[in-house]
T-cell receptor, first 115, second 111 residues
Framework: DGGITQSPKYLFRKEGQNVTLSCEQN?????MYWYRQDPGQGLRLIYY???????QKGDIAEGYSVSREKKESFPLTVTSAQKNPTAFYLC??????????????FGEGSRLTVL | GESVGLHLPTLSVQEGDNSIINCAYS??????FIWYKQESGKGPQFIID???NMDKRQGQRVTVLLNKTVKHLSLQIAATQPGDSAVYFC??????????WGAGTKLIIKP
């Protein structure tokens, strides 16, 4: 079945370590997104990519990095520069025909905890 | 500034009753709004959207109402079922690639 796969589902990290969260989609979508979700808050956009080899900063990009070498893959690296990385991270994509809407397809998320 | 807010963080509804989840927005120029449902431990799922040239839009058991005069949006769920338990988010379109998300309302269904 088509969808978005995020891994790992749970991740623990020591302070000072970089971690990479995987996001893979087989929906043939061009646009992909990374959001951060904190308890009791709405989603905040970290990075987005409209096409392969191109990506843009969102509202809270500091301390994060991404790459988009393949259409199917949009990994997110949480670097040691991110001051408060403990959060639930959500990857999403959007179908080409829905470019004028906000309809996104989300993965099941990755929960990162910094010890 | 831009913001999307919700009136109630938690809403408890009897099973079978109708649910109404409210949302306020501050940008009068916003032309597109969307509702998502997020079940525990999962990613959000699209429910319904509405453009500013409409006052009402209906889906399956859901209706979204838009009042541009008071910058208010609501999601109505008919005959609420246990499977409707979730956090509901409203969001407004900031640009073609960005949404501004509200904080969410948790809907609890009482048996």
């Amino acid at each position: 079945d088509g969808g978005i796969t995020q891994s790992p589902k749970y991740l623990f990290r020591k302070e000072g370590q970089n971690v990479t969260l995987s996001c893979e989609q087989n929906l043939n979508h061009d646009a992909m997104y990374w959001y951060r979700q904190d308890p009791g808050q709405g989603l905040r956009l970290i990075y987005y990519s409209q096409i392969v080899n191109d990506f843009q900063k969102g509202d809270i990009a500091e301390g994060y990095s991404v790459s988009r070498e393949k259409k199917e893959s949009f990994p997110l690296t949480v670097t040691s520069a991110q001051k408060n990385p403990t959060a639930f991270y959500l990857c999403a994509s959007r179908a080409p025909g829905l470019a004028n809407t906000g309809e996104l397809f989300f993965g099941e998320g990755s929960r990162l905890t910094v010890l | 500034g831009e913001s999307v807010g919700l009136h109630l963080p938690t809403l408890s509804v009897q099973e079978g009753d109708n649910s109404i989840i409210n949302c306020a927005y501050s940008n009068s120029a916003s032309d597109y709004f969307i509702w998502y449902k997020q079940e525990s431990g999962k990613g959000p799922q699209f429910i319904i959207d509405i453009r500013s040239n409409m006052d009402k839009r209906q889906g399956q058991r859901v209706t979204v109402l838009l009042n541009k005069t008071v910058k208010h949006l609501s999601l109505q769920i008919a005959a609420t079922q246990p499977g409707d338990s979730a956090v509901y988010f409203c969001a407004e379109k900031k640009s073609n690639y960005q949404l501004i998300w509200g904080a969410g309302t948790k809907l609890i269904i009482k048996p």
